[in-house]
């Protein structure tokens, strides 16, 4: 192995000095110094210790943790306490509680108990930020900030309460200016919804059945609106008393239910928490899948998350919280097979994280996470995830500087609009909108690609291949690139179906991407994946098992799929592709390996669980399968630094890449 080197990343812990006794704070930061740590994160559900009483601040044991975390030469991000509120704050102001559909106040005792439209509970927060960054903003252990903890998380974003209701009223009103205007971009003469002034507008939740998908299509907007806002309070408070320091905050796993870009407009990191056991077992996925990857989390799940915060955060991305062993929050919580906690760590770095954080340094002894492991014990034994992680030290000694993550020539275009928009009009009750987008990924993932997963208003000319997977409403910016787009382009079903607000577009979809696709969708149709519709390509049968569209193809547009009973499936306008379906995994793969060859990408398919991503001279692989792999067929690269040719199972190798795969 190499000589130790300095390294361009760092690794980070998550501690709770508030859960422990004071004696105990110089040995934790020394101990953490000694594994390799140099990033810990505190703080940021302190409320009650920071603010015991309304107005009566203790900061000073903040302080003093600050310094031994600093004095021991770790660097410190500072959470605010907003996810938090104590208990007196609550009952003084308790209609700052978040309200569920059925109008039902979600009460305290646990967290998150806030609605983001609260006026009363944004100046609180404000009050707060500000005194804690008025007294430790300059503080030189401090390098960062995070804003509140997991905005929504424990479905908070979408809150029926009066103050979102009144501010969904006059966000309407700025929206639409005239209620007419509403009326008509609503469709309200359909079943006599119309109304004669914004106050008339309710929230939509609470009729005797559906409400018009365009009243809930701009909730979720307002919603989500209500999340960027309620974080720019903060961020504006950081900014002016703690100069020179990065905000950012920790977004989830598979989490859509507010725009993440808009709230990255404030922000300069973005950092996600990531989970992959208990992910695993909490989202939709074949049992048989499930079983495979128990013990190590799917193959794609990290690296997803990986790509698309690093899109998010415009290049910088950490993840804030890491998973250590079995967690407390799943159905079921299995633990990790030894090795995953590096191999996890050294996948993040690869995708290009700045700084990989785990969490937490020891499992608490008491509440709601009992269970979920640490690096330490609760009796403060060193955990196995402690050594995983002094190993993962050494390795990024043994590598140096990483550099940037390599450039991606194949892109995903990602919308969390359009998340809303197949939520409220679903169609059929298996459509939603991760699975198709996770399913292009991992097609192109397959394939050994880099991939950038980049939003609707990204520019699209560094690309040789671009997937847009559904994108119900294609916003203008994002038609006229994809107008002026000189690669191989993959459109996926519904896209263009819908305009701004919610209305079937008048020349029918794809709507705004009639001329680049050169096809009309005249009828679509959803069933259950027992009536999955047979598709031929290339010579062999595949399946559209969830949706399917019946398209007619503008003069000049070629077929290259058809459904058994004779409708296109696939179809080519010059070189954009329209998937008129809900494609089965194999089609899917089938159909973009031919794409990212046709655009002169160098592809090669890798076995279930083999996955790679390169970054600066590296090329990373991962074997998440269940044996051991000689990976030399499938790279060409030869001057391995760790783990090659034969990878263990959940082994990581590092070579300096030639070229391809
Ligand atoms: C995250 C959260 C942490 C902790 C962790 C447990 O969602 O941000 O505070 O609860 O889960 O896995």
Redesign the pocket.
């Known amino acids: 192995m190499a000589e130790p080197r300095d390294t361009d990343v760092t690794i980070g812990v998550c501690y709770y000095p508030e859960h422990w006794p004071e004696a105990m704070w110089a040995d934790d930061a020394r101990r953490m110094r000694a594994t390799g740590i140099r990033r810990v994160r505190i703080g940021e559900f302190a409320w009650s210790r920071l603010e015991p009483r309304p107005g009566h601040y203790d900061f000073d044991w903040l302080g003093r943790a600050l310094d031994t975390l600093h004095d021991a030469g770790l660097e410190v991000v500072l959470g605010t306490p907003t996810a938090t509120p104590p208990k007196w704050l609550v009952d003084a102001m308790p209609d700052m509680l978040p309200v569920d559909a059925r109008g039902r106040p979600r009460g305290f005792a646990s967290r998150r108990h806030y609605c983001f439209s609260h006026a009363g509970y944004r100046r609180e927060c404000a009050r707060i930020v500000t005194a804690l960054a008025t007294r430790f903003g300059k503080h030189p252990g401090i390098v960062a900030w995070q804003t509140d903890?997991?905005y929504g998380?424990h479905d908070t974003v979408l809150s029926y309460s009066h103050e979102a209701l009144v501010g969904f009223r006059h966000w309407l009103k700025e929206r639409y200016g005239d209620i007419h205007l509403l009326n008509e971009a609503w469709g309200n003469v359909f079943w006599s919804m119309e109304y004669r002034d914004f106050a008339e507008i309710d929230l939509p939740s609470g009729a005797v059945t559906e409400t018009n998908p365009s009243h809930r299509a701009d909730f979720h907007r307002y919603s989500s609106d209500q999340v960027a806002a309620f974080n720019r309070v903060q961020t504006g408070i950081i900014r002016a008393l703690s100069p020179g320091r990065d905000i950012l905050h920790?977004f989830m796993t598979f989490f859509l239910d507010f725009d993440h870009y808009a709230v990255m407009k404030d922000l300069d990191i973005a950092t996600w928490?990531s989970?992959p056991l208990g992910s695993l077992d909490v989202f939709p996925g074949e049992t048989a899948h499930k079983a495979a990857f128990a013990r190590t989390g799917d193959p794609d799940m990290q690296a997803f998350h990986h790509d698309l915060y690093r899109g998010a955060g415009r290049g910088r991305f950490w993840v804030m919280?890491q998973q250590p062993g079995p967690?407390n929050?799943a159905q079921y919580n299995t633990d990790a097979l030894p090795g995953l906690v590096r191999l996890w760590g050294l996948e993040g770095f690869a995708h290009g994280a700045e700084t990989i954080s785990y969490?937490r340094w020891r499992e608490a002894l008491f509440a709601q996470?009992q269970f979920?492991a640490g690096l330490n014990m609760p009796d403060n034994t060193p955990d196995r995830a402690l050594f995983e992680v002094e190993q993962l030290s050494a390795d990024l000694k043994a590598l140096g500087p990483l550099g940037a993550a390599a450039p991606a020539r194949a892109a995903l275009v990602f919308s969390y609009e359009a998340a809303w928009f197949l939520r409220v009009q679903p169609q059929g009750r298996n459509f939603n909108y991760v699975e198709p987008v996770f399913a292009m990924y991992r097609a192109l993932r397959r394939l050994g690609l880099d991939i950038d997963i980049v939003g609707p208003h990204a520019d699209l000319s560094p690309y040789a291949l671009v997937l847009v997977p559904s994108m119900p409403h294609v916003p203008d910016v994002l038609a006229a690139a994809l107008a002026t787009f000189e690669g191989t382009l993959l459109v996926g079903p519904r896209s263009g179906s819908r305009t701004a607000s919610h209305r079937i577009p008048d020349n029918l979809a794809p709507g705004p991407l009639a001329e680049v696709l050169g096809v009309k969708v005249t009828r679509a149709e959803s069933f259950r994946s027992y009536s999955a519709v047979p598709v031929r390509y290339d010579n062999e049968t595949f399946a559209f098992d969830r949706w399917r569209e019946f398209v007619e193809p503008a003069p000049g547009t070629e077929v290259l799929a058809e459904s058994e009973d004779g409708h296109p499936a696939l179809t080519r306008c010059r070189r954009a592709y329209y998937l008129a379906g809900g494609a089965d995994g194999a089609l899917l793969e089938r159909i973009v390996e031919r794409l990212a060859r046709e655009a002169g990408l160098s592809v090669c398919a890798l076995p279930a669980g083999l996955r790679t991503r390169r970054r600066g001279p590296w090329r990373f692989v991962f074997n998440y399968g269940p044996a051991p792999v000689d990976i030399s067929p499938y790279f060409t690269d030869r001057d391995f630094v760790f783990g090659a040719p034969m990878l263990a199972v959940g082994g990581v190798a590092v070579s300096r890449f030639s070229d391809g795969p």
């Open positions: 903890n997991e998380c920790n928490d989970y919280e967690v929050w969490f996470e979920h």
